[in-house]
């Protein structure tokens, strides 16, 4: 998966325009950047474009290119993060509220904490905006150390759970996002580090509670029930994408159960010699404990062929095909994103 910058907060100043330096003189930071904003208080990078808008973004994908590949994290754990976050599902996992507000509104921005637009200058003669983008040191060690802290609290209080609690499909859901907060925070001690600021102690690579949580997956086991099955494809078809996942077969007693029912249909095309069937399925993964629905899932396909044994075996395969493409990874999303409620 391509990397993506993971988001965060810019400082409260930058929330306030900067004005344009209309004067003809060419300041000194457009031609040196570090003659005005010295290394060993900033992080300073120029843009410039026929816009302003265009010319602070620039601005910005520079400084951030001072800090290379090491602030950048996987798609799919940049998204899983933010989705969380967005939807409320971290709240009530820090142990303070300017915690919860820290990873809140950390996740939600676009640029680099603690980094602003400190001038914009207009080149009336050539008609280019050149634009300062500036990281004060001291004030983003702050930022980024609250952001680690704040994560780092979240990650605690996700895998602190009895025996019995861990060893579900919540006790995994709970190591799958604190794998993913872990990684976000690599990145953001990888700031911390290049800015020569000290990182707090005890990241963990999110791989660490990856691991963790394919260690639980292996003690649930998963119950599969089928209705109008045919030699057991659709069961095995089920079974394969849990196991893919690390769960065990489980049998009808088990807390999680893969309730699934099949039905096949003929259907009539008068003026076509083939015959065709519609096979409709559907299926719930219930957890039994409060008897609550964790992920339904459904799928109907229209197959045909000169006979209809044929059109009906083409059928299930069909739905063979489709629970081996898509039912493990929909299921792994669910349960990567599933927090409950503190």
């Not at 993506?4 to 810019?10: D, R």
């Not at 000194?28 to 900033?42: L, R, T």
């Not at 009336?124 to 983008?133: C, D, G, I, P």
Request: aromatic fraction near 10%; glycine fraction near 6%; hydrophobic fraction near 40%.
């Amino acid at each position: 998966m391509f990397p993506v910058l993971i988001s965060c907060a810019s400082s409260p100043s930058s929330t306030q325009q900067t004005a344009v330096n209309p004067g003809r003189n060419r300041p000194a930071w457009v031609d040196s950047v570090e003659s005005v904003y010295n290394k060993s208080q900033y992080v300073a990078a120029v843009g410039y474009a026929s816009d302003r808008e265009m010319a602070e973004k620039n601005a910005f994908a520079n400084l951030t290119g001072f800090f290379g590949q090491s602030i950048y994290a996987d798609q799919t754990i940049t998204n899983t993060y933010r989705e969380a976050v967005k939807n409320g599902a971290t709240a009530g996992w820090t142990d303070n509220i300017n915690m919860e507000n820290t990873i809140r509104i950390t996740a939600s921005l676009e640029t680099l904490a603690a980094a602003e637009i400190k001038e914009v200058w207009r080149d009336s003669r050539n008609n280019v905006y050149y634009a300062a983008a500036v990281m004060e040191k001291s004030k983003a060690a702050v930022v980024y150390t609250d952001m680690v802290n704040a994560n780092q609290n979240m990650i605690k209080n996700l895998t602190s759970m009895g025996q019995a609690e861990r060893n579900s499909m919540e006790g995994f859901s709970r190591y799958q996002f604190a794998a993913a907060a872990a990684d976000i925070n690599i990145t953001y001690g990888n700031v911390l580090k290049l800015i020569d600021a000290p990182v707090p102690p005890g990241l963990k690579k999110g791989d660490e509670y990856r691991l963790e949580a394919q260690n639980i997956a292996k003690t649930i086991p998963v119950g599969i029930t089928v209705k109008n099955d045919k030699a057991g494809r659709i069961q095995g078809a089920f079974a394969k994408a849990l196991s893919g996942i690390g769960f065990r077969s489980g049998g009808n007693n088990s807390r999680y159960i893969l309730d699934v029912n099949v039905s096949v249909s003929p259907v009539d095309f008068p003026n076509n010699i083939n015959k065709f069937v519609r096979i409709e399925l559907g299926a719930a993964l219930t957890d039994t404990s409060d008897k609550s629905v964790l992920l339904p899932y459904n799928f109907t396909s229209r197959e045909g062929h000169a006979t209809a044994a044929e059109a009906e075996n083409r059928a299930y395969t069909a739905a063979e095909r489709k629970i081996d493409e898509e039912y493990k990874d929909l299921l792994f999303t669910y349960l990567s994103q599933l927090l409950p409620k503190k």
